[in-house]
């Protein structure tokens, strides 16, 4: 595909290019952060965990009786046509499936169909990549995660103040992220990426009932942790044991695998990536390019 190309967008069965795919301002996911989405990873044409994705995308829109206009099947192939499309071997996939078209009223009897919207582009990992001298630095952060019998973090849905007044407290910080506690003060997440720590070389993560979206990442690297052998432990965690902790990192699609290396200014050890991390790391790098663990589109 030529350079001067713009990236091919989907918007309800059509492809619009980039400066010609738009929606209504009477979309509700405009208007009231009213609908889910996904980011999906594709590398060397794979796209990672595909059908995951797309799983966790209808799981989503089932709490928010959002009835999704097709099928899982159709969605999957949707998604390929437009990486195909666009041709890019290497990219980061935004699938969005908003309310659709309504009034300036709640009431969502008044969005007739909801629209789905597949945006491909190139996007770096948002918070550099996980080959470093040094892990990144967050702070903990004031704003705490909403509580699963609120908006709850377990759907991906396209409201995400709750994160980024978390984010923007990072970044007045002077820090590169945020670590958020849930409401009875035990770690919960990063910003938009799981968290992990280890301990006495055992692996920790915090369980959903602390407020974290189940990750697909998150999946995996218990996965591959549990093939490695290493101890894995999910469960309540304080933030003294992160601070303390011999080694954390985050993962996430948008993030992937990233380590942290100073928490509220303080080092995590010597706030490089530690070896579990780089076990780990090692071979995601492996095992997000196998093609049992996707489609292929490319």
């Known amino acids: 595909m030529g350079q001067s190309r713009e990236p091919l967008v989907y918007i309800d069965g059509e492809l619009y290019p980039k400066s010609q795919a738009k929606v209504s301002v009477f979309d509700h996911g405009l208007l009231y952060g009213d609908g889910v989405f996904e ?5 060397d044409g794979l796209i990672f965990k595909l059908k995951e994705h797309i799983d966790r995308l209808y799981n989503s829109a089932k709490v928010l009786r959002l009835r999704i206009p097709i099928d899982k099947d159709t969605m999957i192939n949707d998604v390929v046509k437009t990486v195909r499309a666009n041709g890019f071997r ?3 996939i935004r699938l969005v499936v908003t309310r659709g078209v309504g009034d300036l009223g709640l009431d969502p009897r008044k969005c007739e169909r909801p629209s789905v919207i597949v945006i491909v582009e190139h996007l770096e990992p ?12 967050v702070i903990i ?23 980024i007044l978390a984010k923007i407290e990072a970044i007045e910080a002077g820090a590169d992220d945020a670590i958020m506690l849930d409401s009875r003060g ?28 189940p990750g697909i990442t998150r999946a995996v690297v218990i996965e591959i942790a549990g093939r490695l052998g290493i101890p894995f432990i999910e469960r309540d965690l304080t933030p003294v044991e992160l601070m303390t902790a011999d080694e954390a990192f985050v993962t996430g699609t948008g993030a992937e695998l990233v380590p942290i290396g100073f928490v509220n200014k303080l080092p995590i050890n010597d706030g490089r990536p530690g070896p579990v991390f780089k076990r780990i790391l090692e071979e995601f790098n492996l095992v997000k390019r196998d093609p049992r663990n996707g489609v292929k589109a490319l």
């Open 186 to 213: 035990f770690l919960s997440e990063a910003t938009g990426a799981n968290l992990f720590i280890v301990r006495d070389g055992k692996l920790f993560t915090p369980p959903v009932t602390a407020g974290i979206l």
């Open 39 to 43: 980011g999906i990873r594709v590398y």
């Open 141 to 163: 952060s004031s704003t705490r995660r909403d509580p699963v019998y609120a908006t709850s973090h377990e759907v991906k849905s396209l409201n995400y103040l709750n994160s």
């Open 90 to 92: 290497d990219a980061y």
């Open 126 to 137: 948002i918070l550099g990549k996980g080959e470093r001298e040094y892990g990144v630095s």
